[in-house]
């Protein structure tokens, strides 16, 4: 089962994020030169700003989203919570190293009511399934275990970066699917590029370092691995190692330490 990555953010709010970063920047830096901090310093600490104003942005619209699925809850027009069934909460904490419990997620199966966006989403402590089921039974397994479903698991890896990174995550996104559309969720072209950038550099020191991921790409790398794992995608075994596999095995061993070393914008 593919996920089928959603529209681009709608480009009016990326720009205005965009201008409210923009000018928290450079307020800050004409700020700090002017009391003599070294440029080098300037640009660290804006960084930090721009992260700091990203955060609250992020705060503002999980905070706002939560408020209005509570009150669509109390009119009686918001989609049913899917409460997951005691082995596929296992599954998950097993899968994310205990680093998520979905039972301390509000997951909803469907889409927010007279909104055209009907895809899959998900805010600090919320997820909107969209028109996927979130458990299903995998063709091929005779048991007929239930299993999260690949595009839960993609939503449930932003609620997870949404705690490893910050509410930041949800500006990034929106960033990300404005200015790349669906190829924001390419994590093989991430690494095609890198490898491209570092051609004339040590192949084998850069070999070992971890792949800096995108949030939806990193989001749709654990989602992928998942949906091989658990038999939605037929499992193909590599010749060797590959770049993939090693891409996967260090994004997955971050995951269940609760860490995130293959993410941009970093707050751990």
Do not use: C
């Not at 409460?83 to 998520?100: K, S």
């Not at 966006?117 to 091929?140: E, K, N, S």
């Amino acid at each position: 089962m593919a996920r089928t990555p959603p529209p681009p953010a709608p480009q009016w709010l990326v720009e205005r994020l965009r201008r409210l970063l923009a000018e928290e920047q450079v307020a800050r830096g004409d700020e700090l030169l002017a009391r003599g901090v070294s440029r080098s310093g300037v640009r660290y600490r804006m960084r930090s700003a721009v992260a700091r104003a990203a955060d609250a942005l992020g705060y503002l619209v999980g905070a706002t989203a939560r408020a209005v699925d509570r009150r669509l809850e109390t009119l009686g027009l918001a989609p049913p919570p899917l409460a997951p069934p005691p082995e596929v909460r296992d599954d998950l904490r097993a899968f994310f190293g205990h680093t998520i419990d979905p039972s301390d997620v509000m997951i909803r199966r469907g889409h927010v009511p007279a909104v055209p966006h009907r895809r899959a989403f998900a805010l600090p402590g919320l997820i909107y399934l969209g028109a996927d089921a979130g458990v299903v039974r995998p063709r091929g397994e005779g048991v007929g275990r239930p299993r999260a479903t690949p595009t839960l698991v993609h939503e449930l890896v932003h609620v997870w970066q949404g705690r490893v990174i910050g509410p930041r995550y949800v500006v990034i996104a929106l960033v990300e699917q404005a200015r790349q559309g669906r190829r924001a969720y390419d994590w093989r072209a991430v690494l095609d590029g890198a490898s491209h950038d570092r051609a004339s550099h040590d192949r084998a020191s850069h070999d070992r370092a971890p792949r800096a991921f995108p949030v939806e790409a990193h989001a749709q790398l654990v989602s992928e691995a998942y949906a091989r794992r658990y038999g939605f995608t037929p499992a193909t075994a590599p010749a060797g190692p590959s770049r993939e596999l090693r891409a996967v095995e260090e994004a997955l061993a971050g995951l269940r330490a609760g860490r995130a070393p293959t993410l941009p914008w970093r707050a751990v």
